[in-house]
């Protein structure tokens, strides 16, 4: 039966393996400027495009799964307000999981690029379109920043729950407990 004070092996396990893959797609999309054109490059950004279109798929498994079962829930001496922002901020991160993969879809088709994920060819959304591209490119870098900023006050949450306030709240997402 899953442990309702406790995220299962499930949760934990999506959310550990999307956290690092998705700060290592952040950072890699960062230095794409610095390659040298080349197949190194073009292999690069393949990949950022794969791995981000994986992220998406993953989100949607991780959305599901959760529906299935309680959500663990937020102690009871976290004040209201406090607990309607860590809500509002794990939806905001979930969004930004789904939205700015779609947005590097849109990216990528409205420049011209089809988008393979390791050799699947995904529908054309957009057709090629300079406008369109521009406000994709922008879409993706200011997104990218919110879940940047996000992150930031996601981990200081995490880091503060632990430290200061000595509840279970980082432990019971940590691998190997409930
Ligand atoms: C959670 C998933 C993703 C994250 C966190 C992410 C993050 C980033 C970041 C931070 C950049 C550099 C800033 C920028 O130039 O916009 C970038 C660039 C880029 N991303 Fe993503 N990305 C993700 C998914 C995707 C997907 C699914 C695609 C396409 C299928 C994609 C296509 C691109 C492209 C083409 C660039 C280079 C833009 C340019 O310099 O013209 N990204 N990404
Ligand atoms: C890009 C990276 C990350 C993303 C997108 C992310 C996203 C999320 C989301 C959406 C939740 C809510 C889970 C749910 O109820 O379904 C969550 C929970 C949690 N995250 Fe992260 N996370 C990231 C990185 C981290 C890091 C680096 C830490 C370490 C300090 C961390 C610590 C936690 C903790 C402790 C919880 C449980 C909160 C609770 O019990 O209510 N996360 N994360």
Same mark, same amino acid.
């Given at each position: 039966?899953?442990?309702?004070?406790?995220?299962?092996?499930?949760?934990?396990?999506?959310?550990?393996?999307?956290?690092?893959?998705?700060?290592?797609?952040?950072?890699?999309?960062?230095?794409?400027?610095?390659?040298?054109?080349?197949?190194?490059?073009?292999?690069?950004?393949?990949?950022?495009?794969?791995?981000?279109?994986?992220?998406? @798929?993953?989100?949607?498994?991780?959305?599901?799964?959760?529906?299935?079962?309680?959500?663990?829930?937020?102690?009871?001496?976290?004040?209201?307000?406090?607990?309607?922002?860590?809500?509002?901020?794990?939806?905001?991160?979930?969004?930004?999981?789904?939205?700015?993969?779609?947005?590097?879809?849109?990216?990528?088709?409205?420049?011209?690029?089809?988008?393979?994920?390791?050799?699947?060819?995904?529908?054309?959304?957009?057709?090629?379109?300079?406008?369109?591209?521009?406000?994709?490119?922008?879409?993706?870098?200011?997104?990218?920043?919110?879940?940047?900023?996000?992150?930031?006050?996601?981990?200081?949450?995490?880091?503060?729950?632990?430290? @200061?306030?000595?509840?279970?709240?980082?432990?019971?997402?940590?691998?190997?407990?409930?």
């Amino acid at each position: 039966m899953p442990n309702s004070d406790s995220y299962d092996s499930v949760a934990k396990a999506l959310h550990w393996i999307m956290a690092a893959v998705i700060i290592i797609l952040w950072v890699v999309g960062h230095l794409i400027d610095a390659i040298p054109k080349g197949d190194f490059r073009s292999n690069i950004i393949g990949m950022h495009k794969a791995f981000g279109v994986v992220i998406a @798929i993953l989100a949607v498994a991780r959305l599901t799964w959760r529906s299935t079962r309680p959500t663990p829930a937020l102690p009871a001496t976290m004040p209201p307000m406090e607990q309607f922002l860590a809500k509002l901020g794990h939806v905001a991160l979930y969004v930004l999981m789904l939205a700015i993969p779609l947005d590097g879809v849109l990216l990528s088709q409205s420049g011209g690029r089809a988008v393979s994920v390791f050799g699947l060819v995904l529908p054309t959304i957009v057709e090629k379109s300079d406008a369109l591209k521009s406000v994709f490119k922008q879409g993706h870098e200011v997104m990218g920043w919110m879940l940047a900023l996000l992150l930031v006050a996601h981990v200081a949450a995490a880091l503060r729950h632990h430290i @200061i306030l000595k509840d279970d709240i980082l432990r019971r997402m940590m691998p190997g407990r409930g």
